[in-house]
């Protein structure tokens, strides 16, 4: 992203050192940055007087006494109070908060959905399509999973969620986020994760756009821990960016909507609220490459469990059960020896929500389609297709690369329930409970048989 590729009339920190098209690397580090020279005090967070006239104001995103508190100090041209005025209640009927158990809907299952498809105009907001949800939004714990569905720009209309953090994998088209704290744009194979409570405008690069998103109600994410694993492979940190300060100081009418609580609140403005000049913190948003996680697995026999390949985790209070993780499934090296090797049969007591990013998913040969779904939820029991366990378990297991290929899977430790609009009026496959009916005994009661 070059100084010119912004949005009219939004100024940028300057490109320097350790930054990268306007971004800075490294997951959770304490950034700094100024899109005007100066406009960051030093050696002190409120001095009586900022420069240029700016506010100090700080984001908490934790507790106070959280231990590390994560917050960042943002030096804006006007305090938020001046982009909150009076709040009027709006309906966005397609987005829907935990807990959410709608009548007539029956959410134990076995269910796969094609991708559902955007009709007319819609915007980040109107096109946000929930499928599932979990856990208490009351109680900040659980999670919910949407597709978005967007064809229009965002134009002096602003959104933030009170609520939640965001994940956002994108599957189709690029979109950008211009945030308080910086620009990031995203395209298919990235991802972006939005912080609660930060301001931020939708924009369509390259449209339609579709994707999904986990929308993260409880502690933020993190990554995991490697444990015996060590110190690298996984998602390295400073493969995630942070964007550099950019502002805009434009006096035009505008809408922010409030995500509160699982409602919806708007309010008018005179001005645009993406006005901080300079930050630092080590609250903000980034983005990823999925394309630079490093898988790890079997290099002997045996099939290690998902896990090992969790991106990014939001922790409970339960100590090893996550909230949410955030699983990816790529392109990697299959090498184990008198081992079935695609992931097997199984019940959980996390709930499993897959998307299709791009590719073949290699337990799914048929009906998986990039930019479907499929949910199994907590203690269903799930597998392989017939195609699948038949392929590899005749397979020749020599060296096997897995190419063109990209899944992920949210996982939480909560049940989830199906909308109005995922049992309803998304692209239900009815059909996908059938793909286990051709599985066939094989047991004869013969000793050494196999």
């Not at 609009?421 to 286990?436: E, M, S, T």
Request: hydrophobic letters at 35%; aromatic letters at 12%.
């Amino acid at each position: 992203m070059t100084r010119h590729d912004l949005p009219q009339g939004m100024v940028r920190a300057p490109d320097r050192a350790g930054t990268t098209e306007g971004y800075m690397p490294g997951f959770g580090n304490d950034f700094e940055t100024e899109a005007l020279p100066g406009a960051l005090p030093q050696g002190m967070n409120s001095p009586q007087k900022c420069n240029y006239g700016l506010y100090g104001e700080q984001l908490s995103g934790t507790a106070f006494t959280a231990h590390p508190p994560e917050r960042t100090w943002t030096y804006r041209i006007r305090p938020s109070v001046k982009h909150s005025a009076r709040y009027e209640r709006i309906d966005l009927p397609y987005w829907k908060t935990a807990p959410h158990v709608p009548e007539g809907v029956t959410s134990l299952g076995q269910y796969r959905w094609d991708p559902v498809q955007a009709e007319g105009d819609l915007t980040w907001l109107t096109g946000m399509r929930t499928m599932t949800t979990a856990g208490d939004v009351n109680t900040q714990v659980g999670m919910a999973s949407h597709v978005y569905l967007v064809t229009k720009s965002m134009v002096d209309e602003y959104f933030y969620s009170a609520d939640s953090e965001l994940l956002v994998v994108p599957q189709q088209g690029r979109l950008r986020f211009a945030t308080e704290l910086g620009v990031i744009d995203v395209a298919p194979q990235e991802i972006a994760i939005l912080p609660r409570g930060l301001v931020y405008r939708v924009e369509v690069l390259d449209g339609p756009c579709r994707g999904f998103v986990c929308e993260n109600y409880g502690q933020k994410f993190e990554l995991p821990a490697r444990g015996p694993i060590g110190a690298n492979a996984l998602a390295n940190p400073r493969d995630f960016k942070a964007p550099v300060a950019a502002f805009e100081d434009r006096e035009v009418a505008s809408t922010l909507t409030i995500k509160w609580c699982g409602q919806f609140h708007e309010t008018k403005i005179a001005q645009s609220p993406l006005d901080v000049v300079a930050w630092h913190g080590n609250y903000a948003p980034y983005k990823y490459d999925l394309k630079t996680y490093c898988p790890v697995g079997a290099i002997l026999f045996d099939h290690p469990d998902p896990s090992i390949f969790t991106v990014l985790t939001a922790p409970s209070g339960v100590p090893g059960t996550a909230n949410i993780d955030f699983v990816l499934f790529r392109d990697r090296w299959m090498v184990a020896e008198n081992t079935f090797r695609p992931p097997w049969y199984h019940k959980n007591i996390m709930s499993e929500l897959m998307g299709n990013i791009h590719g073949q998913y290699d337990a799914k040969l048929t009906g998986f389609v990039p930019g479907g779904m499929s949910l199994h939820n907590m203690m269903l029991p799930h597998g392989p297709d017939r195609d699948a366990f038949e392929g590899a378990s005749n397979s020749n297991l020599g060296p096997h690369k897995l190419e063109n290929t990209m899944s992920f899977m949210f996982e939480t430790r909560f049940p989830q329930h199906l909308t109005e609009f995922a049992g309803k009026k998304a692209p239900l496959q009815d059909d996908y409970i059938d793909c286990w009916d051709s599985l066939e005994k094989k047991f004869d009661g013969t000793p050494g048989t196999k």
